[in-house]
Nanobody, 116 residues
């Protein structure tokens, strides 16, 4: 399984971006997919996660602003980010869990920069 993240860029505070994570294999074989981010000098943190059943969970600081969704037909997971602020600036990574194989997959990050 390979993950390809895209959609990062430079945006002004208050703006929006949509990140995409394309999965090389079938997304249906994955138990959960998520988005993490890592800001300079900080640890990587979970932003949002969506299970194979469609359940979602978000870190408190993005609730109400970010939405994670999956398109099984396109084998893609999205992260819609609205009302962005400079604290959201980070490299965003796509993650996938395959419990049956005991595997965790990571995509290369995509940089999101929010200017004030």
């Amino acid at each position: 399984v390979q993950l390809q993240a895209s959609g990062g860029g430079l945006v002004q505070a208050g703006g929006s971006l949509r990140l995409s994570c394309a999965v090389s294999g079938s997304i249906l074989s994955l138990n959960a997919m998520g988005w993490y981010r890592q800001a300079p000098g900080k640890q990587r943190e979970l932003v949002a996660i969506i299970t194979s059943g469609g359940s979602t969970n978000y870190r408190d600081s993005v609730k109400g602003r970010f939405t994670i969704a999956r398109d099984n037909a396109k084998n893609t997971v999205y992260l819609q980010m609205n009302s962005l602020n400079p604290e959201d600036t980070a490299v965003y990574y796509c993650n996938a869990l395959d419990h049956a194989r005991g595997m965790t997959y990571w995509g290369k990050g995509t940089l999101v920069t929010v200017s004030s």
